[in-house]
């Protein structure tokens, strides 16, 4: 649930997505000669878990754009089941690739945004220093331990970093172990146009 969301969020950084709020550091700009506004084009997901020992099972996951009030803005909704309660240490690894010339290039890990593993992403989640309302309200919340139940998070705007998201398909896998048993995973894929 929470994890899942915060893998999501984690992916959604690193692509350049900055959720309102939700970190108090800010994602790295390069400049501000890009004032284009990237376009989510495609988007699909499955859930990639071991369905003997997933702990946390995404049921559904929508994407979607808002061409018409803010070019820039998505609407993220989700839909999460966590079979047990999940406490610390959730070891997780992010995988994160952009499709060039035909092949996928995983991006580096660049401190905790990228292709990085986490030897308990808890920690990595007390850097969220205002949970945002949509996800307290779904009661899953921000913080390590999380609660076994289903979690609901209706339609809720994102907003697009324009400086930092290139056009392009992207590809990201983010999975999660706990007491030693692989407990989530989740595929993405996203393309974004000019
Ligand atoms: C970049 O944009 C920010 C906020 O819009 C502004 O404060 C800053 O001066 C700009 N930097 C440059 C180099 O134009
Ligand atoms: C993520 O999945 C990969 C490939 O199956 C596996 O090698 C890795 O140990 C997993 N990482 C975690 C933290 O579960």
Known sequence: ??????????????????????????????????????????FSWKDCSDPSSAVMVVESLDITPDPIVTPGA???????????????????????????????VKFPCLGILGSCHYDDL?????????????????????????KAGTYTMPKSEFDIDAAAVAAGDYHAVGNATLMGKPAFCLDLYLSFSE
Request: charged share 15%; glycine share 6%; with cysteine.
């Open 74 to 104: 998505l609407f993220v909704a989700i839909g999460l089941m966590v079979k047990g309660d999940v406490f610390a240490p959730i070891q997780a690894d992010l995988l994160l690739y952009k499709k060039v010339d035909d092949t996928w």
């Open 122 to 146: 808890c920690q990595v989640l007390t850097l969220i220093s205002s949970c945002p309302d949509p996800i307290v309200q779904s009661g899953i919340g921000c913080q390590c331990p999380f």
């Open 1 to 42: 649930m929470k994890i899942s969301l915060v893998l999501l969020e984690c992916i959604l950084v690193a692509l350049g997505v900055t959720a309102k709020n939700v970190f108090n550091f800010e994602v790295i700009k390069e400049n501000n000669k890009t004032q284009r506004i990237p376009k989510l084009t495609t």
